[in-house]
């Protein structure tokens, strides 16, 4: 079992910027691959970005593209997400989630995933 705890979270004015961490209970967190979600009120659940385990490729949706920023550490054994030129858009609760062994084409899938964290609030005001 992995516990995974997010924090960062807060209100930012658009443009403004944000940094998520996760951290993780277990040292096997490293060998995970790892993403980010994020799910706003009355919306389903959507893909943020995820990192791999071994070589660290990153994948991300097209509406974060070139404004967010996924990484990893696993000495810390915690990812990140750096959140810059924040957009109302970007409101949601956002979870951390790991995957073990499954393949690069699922880790845009939260089904994927086989522990999450509960969550931290990302509000963006205009």
């Known amino acids: 079992q992995v516990q995974l705890v997010e924090s960062g979270g807060g209100l930012v004015q658009a443009v403004g910027s944000l940094r998520l961490s996760c951290a993780a209970s277990?040292?096997?967190?490293?060998?995970?691959?790892k993403g980010w979600f994020r799910q706003a009120p009355g919306k389903e659940r959507e893909f943020v970005a995820a990192i791999t385990w071994g070589a660290g490729v990153t994948y991300y949706a097209d509406s974060v593209k070139g404004r967010f920023t996924i990484s990893r550490d696993n000495a810390t054994n915690t990812v990140s997400l750096k959140m810059n030129n924040l957009k109302p858009e970007d409101t949601a609760v956002y979870y951390c989630?790991?995957?073990?062994?499954?393949?690069?084409?699922?880790?845009?899938?939260?089904?994927?995933?086989?522990?999450w964290g509960q969550g931290t609030q990302v509000t963006v005001s205009s």
């Open positions: 989630a790991a995957a073990f062994g499954v393949r690069a084409e699922v880790l845009r899938q939260g089904n994927g995933y086989a522990y």
């Open positions: 277990r040292r096997t967190f490293s060998t995970s691959d």
